[in-house]
């Protein structure tokens, strides 16, 4: 199994910082990388899939980048409501496997 | 606009069978294969099953493969996940996703809990 290693597992960070979170494959899976987004109480929300590519609807402040077995998710100019916890998940191989969560809040 | 609605879930014995249901609208749901996701209380996620669009294939990771089975019907735009000899640690939010890959769109969940 692909196992994902994902850091930091929390993060407190101010409004208008930047905030990065990353995630590390056990194995090369070729940009096969999704990246959720989950608020209290709620179901996972897709913000990236295929490493890269901006899923409909989610604002241009979220970024996602990396390939072979190191990737990222950058937030610019962190606002209010982007205070969740964030998962990564590959799919490049069953059995998918997610990280084990980065849980972001406002200092 | 996409809706994913389960049910089924509730509160079940250990060894116990329990069977999950996800009632899908807003897209040609045979066009898609889908999937189950869970989340255990304040834990990370993990996938279940994946179902392709006639059925056909199914995958599972090692946790619940023998005793979870996905399921789909296309005529009724649902899926299903039948869960035998369920355990404590299948505790959990159990989500539908609409996949292949990645998951677009998740359910509000239903939450299991194995107990005694």
Redesign the interface.
Known sequence: ?IQMTQSPASLSASLGETVTIECRASEDIYN?L?W?QQKPGK????LI??ANSL?TGVPSRFSGSGSGTQYSLKINSLQSEDVASY?C?Q?YN????????TKLELK | EVQLVESGGGLVQPGRSLKLSCAASGFTFSNYYMAW?RQAPKK????VA?ISTSGSRT????SVKGRFTISRDNAKSSLYLQMNSLKSEDTATY?CARGP?????????TLVTVSS
């Open positions: 199994d096969g999704a959720y179901s996972p929300q897709l899939y295929n899923h998962f998940q799919y069953y059995p998918y496997t997610f990280g084990a969560g | 996701v990370g996620l993990e996938w994946t995958y599972y990771p090692d989500y890959n990645w998951f677009a769109y998740w359910g509000q969940g």
